[in-house]
C-alpha cells in the first residue's frame, strides 16, 4: 500500500478540492438551478417565503464553502505547492512548482493555471458572498423581483463558472504534480 496517499498533504489536498470545493460546486448548482425555477411572479406568499429562507440558507452554505475552499488553498495547499527544493535534487515530486517548470510541456500549469488559482478563486468567493446577503437581505424578493433575479443569477452563474475552471485546473496541476 502506498501511504503517500494518506499524507498530510494529500490529505488536505483532497479535503481542499474534494470535499470543499466539490460541495461548494454542488450548492451553487443547486443555488443556480432553484434561482430560476423558483421564481414567482406573483406577490409573496409563504411558500414563496418558505422557499426564499431555504434558498437564502443554500447560498450562505455555498459562500462558506467557497470561503473555506480559498482559505485552506491560500495558506495550507500553495506554501506546500511552492516550496523551493535544495540544490542539485534530481528527484522533483515532492516539490509540485519546481517539477511543472522543469518540463517545457508542462510549464504553462505553473505559468497560467496556477497564477488564475492564485487570484481568481477570491473573486469567486466574494461574488457568491454578494449573492448571499442579497438572498438573506432581500428573501422573497430575491424570488419575486425579476430584476434582482437576473442579477443574482448571472452573477451566480459567473461565480459558477470561474470556480469550475479553477477546479479543473487543479485537476491538471494535481495530475501532473500531486503534493503527496
Known amino acids: 500500500m502506498d501511504n503517500r496517499l494518506f499524507s498530510d498533504r494529500s490529505v488536505w489536498t483532497m479535503i481542499h478540492g474534494i470535499a470543499l470545493g466539490g460541495g461548494a460546486l454542488i450548492a451553487l448548482a443547486a443555488a443556480l438551478?432553484?434561482?430560476r425555477a423558483m421564481r414567482a411572479t406573483d406577490p409573496p406568499s409563504e411558500a414563496t417565503q418558505h422557499q426564499a429562507r431555504y434558498l437564502a440558507w443554500l447560498l450562505m452554505v455555498a459562500a462558506a464553502a467557497l470561503?473555506?475552499?480559498?482559505?485552506?488553498?491560500t495558506f495550507v495547499s500553495f506554501p506546500a505547492y511552492r516550496a523551493t527544493p535544495p540544490e542539485g535534487l534530481a528527484d522533483l515530486s515532492q516539490y509540485p512548482r519546481a517539477l511543472l517548470r522543469s518540463n517545457p510541456g508542462t510549464v504553462w500549469l505553473h505559468a497560467i493555471a496556477m497564477e488564475l488559482k492564485e487570484h481568481v478563486?477570491?473573486?469567486?468567493a466574494m461574488l457568491a458572498t454578494a449573492v448571499a446577503f442579497i438572498?438573506?437581505?432581500y428573501r422573497s424578493a430575491l424570488l419575486t423581483d425579476k430584476p434582482l433575479n437576473g442579477m443574482a443569477t448571472t452573477v451566480l452563474g459567473i461565480c459558477f463558472a470561474l470556480a469550475s475552471?479553477?477546479?479543473v485546473?487543479?485537476?491538471f496541476i494535481n495530475k501532473v504534480a500531486p503534493l503527496e
Do not use: Q
Not at 67 to 73: E, K, S
Not at 121 to 124: L, Q
Open 135 to 137: 438572498a438573506a437581505r
Open 121 to 124: 478563486p477570491w473573486i469567486a
Open 165 to 167: 475552471i479553477v477546479g
Open 33 to 35: 438551478f432553484s434561482l
Open 169 to 171: 485546473l487543479g485537476i
Open 67 to 73: 470561503w473555506l475552499t480559498v482559505l485552506i488553498g
